[in-house]
């Protein structure tokens, strides 16, 4: 190797000068605002995905407590059901089938 080749500078050098900084501070900001933005959105998601599970919690326990209450209400409009929950009123079960009242001044008039 010659002393020409030892000597020479590299063509590419990164240089941290106060002028190059100045130049490309811009840059920087702007990258300063997207990694903001990164961990803000990051933040965001995470708060987003536990209201769902927050959400879809609360209302499996409403399923849960809207199939208990229909089914209660089914098993107490049972007829046998009825007729226990009525028989402290006096009221009790036909055993006859109702009777059908007509009236004779309706029918005269047609």
Do not use: C
């Not at 226990?84 to 029918?107: C, H, M, N, R, Y």
């Amino acid at each position: 190797m010659s002393d020409k080749d030892q000597h020479t500078k590299p063509r590419w050098k990164p240089s941290l000068s106060y002028h190059w900084i100045m130049k490309n501070i811009g840059f920087f900001l702007f990258l300063a605002a997207l990694a903001v933005i990164y961990i803000y959105n990051g933040h965001y998601a995470d708060k987003i995905v536990r209201d769902i599970n927050r959400t879809n919690k609360e209302l499996k326990e409403l399923q849960y407590e809207y199939k208990t209450l229909k089914s209660e209400v089914m098993f107490r409009s049972k007829q046998s059901e009825l007729a226990k929950a009525v028989e402290p009123f006096g009221l009790k079960e036909l055993t006859q089938p109702p009777v059908v009242l007509i009236d004779s001044t309706v029918t005269a008039h047609k």
